[in-house]
C-alpha cells in the first residue's frame, strides 16, 4: 500500500495532517472501525479518501444527497483520483458502465445514496466487488434524536452484518452525547474506536438579535458586511423564501430561492449557479445546504428561529469552510418559538419524541437570550468547555446592556397567574400598562390587581421581559391555546421574592445604509499583504478555467490557495508546488496558466508588495 503522507501530498497538495486526521487514518488502514464527530470545513473527507486511495478496492461513501456527490466526484477528479458516483441522475447505461468499472477495480471511490445500497444489485455488486472500506457520511442521520434523522439510514445496519471484515467509519459535524452514542448502536459501531476532534469554528462570528424589523435588519447586515459575498439566508417557510429572494433581487442581489416545493430541475438550475457562480445568495428552508461542498460561504443569515442547536451549529457551519473569516447572523422573537412549538405539537413523533425536542427548542432560545460569549455556551450544549470568552461574537465584541428586571418579572408573573393564564402576550401587557381596551372589559381584566401596575414600563419593554421569561423557563406558551402564557414550577422562587433575575437591555435597530459600499467591502482579504490587482487577475484565470470545464471555481483552486499564489508570487513550476492545495495533478494542469499571471504582474509594474521567498523543498 502506498504511504499515506505520501499520498496526502502528491495527491491532496497539503504537507501534513491535522489533528485526529492520521489517527483517524491510520485506523482505516488497519482495517479497523471508527466514529468521527469533526466540524464543518476541518477536513472529515479526506478521513475517509486517502485511506480509499491508500488500500485495496473501493471506497463506498453513503451520502444522502445527490449534490454532495456530484461536488465531491468533480473535485476527486481535478486531482486525479477514480470516483464517480451512483444516483438518479444517471442513465442505465451509465449506471451499468460504472458498475464493470467498480467490479474490475477500476474506482477508489464509489458515492452512493443509501436507499440504493440496500437494493438487491447494488448489494450483488458490492458482493462481488473489491471494497476497501465504508464511510457513512452524515451519520447523524440514523438516529431519531439526530436533527435531521431519516428512515433509509436505518438500513445501514447490514454493512456490519454482510461486509463484517471490510472496515467502517461514520461522520458527523454535529452530535451531542445521546446522539453518538444512538449512531455506534445503530451502525454496530461500539467496539469502533471514537474520535472527537471538537466542535469549536473560530472563523466563525456569531450574533444574534432581536427581530424588529427583519428585512431592514438584513439588508444592513449584508450592505455593510457582505455587499459582494456569496451566502444562504434561511426561513421558515417556503412561501418566505420566494418573497425574500425576490425582495433580495429588487435591492441588487443575486438572490434565488432555494425549497422542496420547487420543480427538481429549477433547484438544480439555483444550486449550480450558487456552486459556479460568484456572489449569489441562496434565500432557503433547511431543505438545502446538507453536503454542500462550496467552501468561500461568507455568511449564513437565519430570518427565524431553528428548532435545535444542533441544527443551528449545521446550518452555521456551512459559512466559511475555507478557514477565512465568516459570519453566522440570526433575528428571532417569541412568534418564532410559538410557530415552531406548534409545528412540533402537530407532528407525528412519539410523546417522548417531543419532550426531547420541547427541551431541544429551549435550549435553542436560551442560546440567544444569554448575555455572556455565545461561543462558550454553543460549545457547552455540546459538552466541550471553552475557558475564555472567545472574543468573536456579538457579546464578546458588543457587551450586552442587562437591568434589574425582579420587579418587572414578578408583576409580570403576577398578571398570567390572575388573568387565568389563559391570554397571550398582548392580552396580559395590557393589563399590566392599564390599557382600556374592548377585550381588557370583555373579561373584567380592568378590576384585577394588577392592572395598570406596569405602566411604568413601554410595551416593547413588557415584550423583552415575557419573552426573556419564556426563554428562561418561567413562562411557556401554550400552543394549544392559542399562544397563551403559562406558569412553569420554576417560577415559585422568584414570585415567593427569594429569587432575582437580571434581564437584557434589547438594543434599538440601526437604519440600513443606503450604499452598498461597506466596510468590508473590499474583495481581497484584509489579513495578507498581497496585491489586489494581482488577487483580482488570478480569480479572473480561475474563472475562466472554471468555465472551459464546466466546474465551480473553487474545485480549480480555493480562494486560500489564491491568496498564497498572490502574497508568495511563485516564479518556476516547482515553487508553485510547494503552495498549499497544489498536488502533482494540478501542478501539471495549471501551473503555467497562473504563472502567467503573475509574471504578466511582474512585469506591468504596478506590482504592490514584494514577493516573499518560498521555503526551499
Known amino acids: ?105 477500476e474506482l477508489d471511490l464509489l458515492y452512493i445514496a443509501p436507499e440504493r445500497l440496500v437494493q438487491p444489485r447494488t448489494l450483488d455488486l458490492l458482493h462481488e466487488s473489491k471494497i476497501s472500506l465504508f464511510a457513512i457520511d452524515e451519520a447523524h442521520c440514523v438516529s431519531e434524536w439526530g436533527h435531521d434523522f431519516r428512515a433509509d439510514y436505518l438500513s445501514l445496519s447490514l454493512l456490519a452484518e454482510q461486509f463484517a471484515n471490510v472496515p467502517r467509519i461514520a461522520l458527523t459535524a454535529t452530535a451531542d452525547a445521546r446522539t453518538r452514542k444512538d449512531i455506534a448502536k445503530r451502525l454496530g459501531l461500539e467496539d469502533a474506536r471514537h474520535f472527537m476532534a471538537g466542535f469549536d469554528r473560530p472563523n466563525i462570528r456569531y450574533s444574534i438579535m432581536l427581530k424588529q424589523n427583519p428585512r431592514s435588519q438584513l ?144 435550549a435553542m432560545l436560551g ?57 397571550g402576550v398582548n392580552q396580559v401587557v395590557d393589563v399590566l400598562r392599564g390599557k382600556e381596551s374592548d377585550k381588557v372589559f370583555q373579561f373584567d381584566h380592568h378590576r384585577l390587581a394588577v392592572f395598570g401596575v406596569g405602566k411604568d414600563l413601554d410595551e416593547n419593554t413588557w415584550r423583552s421581559v415575557f419573552r426573556q421569561l419564556v426563554a428562561r423557563g418561567y413562562l411557556r406558551v401554550d400552543v394549544e391555546g392559542y399562544g397563551a402564557l403559562k406558569l412553569e414550577e420554576s417560577c415559585r422562587a422568584l414570585l415567593r421574592g427569594d429569587e432575582t433575575i437580571y434581564l437584557r437591555k434589547d438594543e434599538k435597530q440601526k437604519p440600513a445604509p443606503k450604499s452598498a459600499r461597506g466596510a468590508r467591502a473590499s474583495l481581497v482579504p484584509e489579513d495578507e499583504a498581497i496585491d489586489e490587482n494581482l488577487w483580482e487577475a488570478l480569480r479572473e484565470r480561475r474563472k475562466e478555467l472554471a468555465e472551459a470545464q464546466r466546474v465551480p471555481p473553487y474545485v480549480i483552486f480555493h480562494d486560500s490557495t489564491l491568496r498564497a499564489m498572490a502574497h508568495l508570487m511563485p516564479q518556476s513550476s516547482t515553487e508553485f508546488a510547494r503552495l498549499p492545495g497544489v498536488g502533482e495533478r494540478k501542478r501539471e494542469r495549471y501551473a503555467d496558466a497562473f504563472l502567467e499571471v503573475i509574471r504578466d504582474h511582474l512585469d506591468s509594474g504596478e506590482a504592490g508588495p514584494p514577493r516573499q521567498e518560498l521555503a526551499p523543498e
Not at 461574537?393 to 393564564?421: F, H, I, M, N
Open 1 to 105: 500500500m502506498p504511504d499515506a503522507l505520501t499520498v496526502l501530498r502528491d495527491t491532496f497538495g497539503f504537507d501534513s495532517f491535522r489533528p485526529p486526521q492520521d489517527e483517524v487514518i491510520d485506523t482505516l488502514v488497519r482495517g479497523d472501525n471508527a466514529l468521527l464527530v469533526m466540524p464543518t470545513g476541518s477536513g472529515k473527507s479526506l478521513c475517509y479518501q486517502l485511506p480509499a486511495i491508500v488500500r485495496p478496492g473501493c471506497g463506498v461513501v453513503i451520502s444522502p444527497l445527490i449534490a454532495l456527490m456530484q461536488n465531491q466526484v468533480e473535485a476527486l477528479a481535478e486531482i486525479g483520483v477514480r470516483a464517480s458516483f451512483l444516483n438518479s441522475t444517471l442513465d442505465a447505461a451509465t449506471a451499468s458502465r460504472i458498475e464493470e468499472s467498480v467490479r474490475r477495480g
Open 367 to 423: 442560546l440567544c437570550e444569554i448575555t455572556s460569549c455565545r461561543r462558550q455556551a454553543l460549545l457547552a450544549y455540546f459538552d466541550e468547555a471553552y475557558p475564555e470568552p472567545c472574543g468573536n461574537c456579538d457579546t464578546c465584541l458588543s457587551p450586552v446592556e442587562t437591568w434589574d428586571g425582579t420587579d418587572a418579572a414578578r408583576k409580570a408573573l403576577s398578571a398570567v397567574y390572575r388573568t387565568g393564564q389563559r391570554f
Open 219 to 362: 439588508l444592513r447586515f449584508l450592505r455593510v458586511e457582505h455587499p459582494h459575498d456569496a451566502g444562504i439566508v434561511y426561513c421558515l417557510s417556503r412561501k418566505r423564501t420566494e418573497e425574500v429572494a425576490g425582495w433580495l433581487t429588487a435591492e441588487g442581489y443575486t438572490a434565488l430561492p432555494y425549497h422542496a416545493g420547487l420543480d427538481a430541475g429549477v433547484r438544480a438550475q439555483h444550486q449550480s449557479r450558487f456552486l459556479r457562480e460568484e456572489g449569489v445568495i441562496i434565500v432557503a428552508t433547511i431543505a438545502f445546504g446538507m453536503g454542500i461542498d462550496k467552501p468561500d460561504v461568507r455568511f449564513v443569515a437565519h430570518l427565524d428561529l431553528p428548532k435545535t442547536v444542533e441544527s443551528y451549529y449545521q446550518e452555521t457551519g456551512r459559512a466559511g469552510r475555507d478557514g477565512a473569516p465568516a459570519d453566522a447572523w440570526m433575528v428571532y422573537g417569541l412568534q418564532d418559538v410559538i410557530k415552531l412549538r406548534q409545528m412540533l405539537e402537530s407532528s407525528t413523533g412519539s410523546d417522548e419524541f417531543k419532550r426531547v425536542e420541547q427541551h431541544r427548542l429551549n
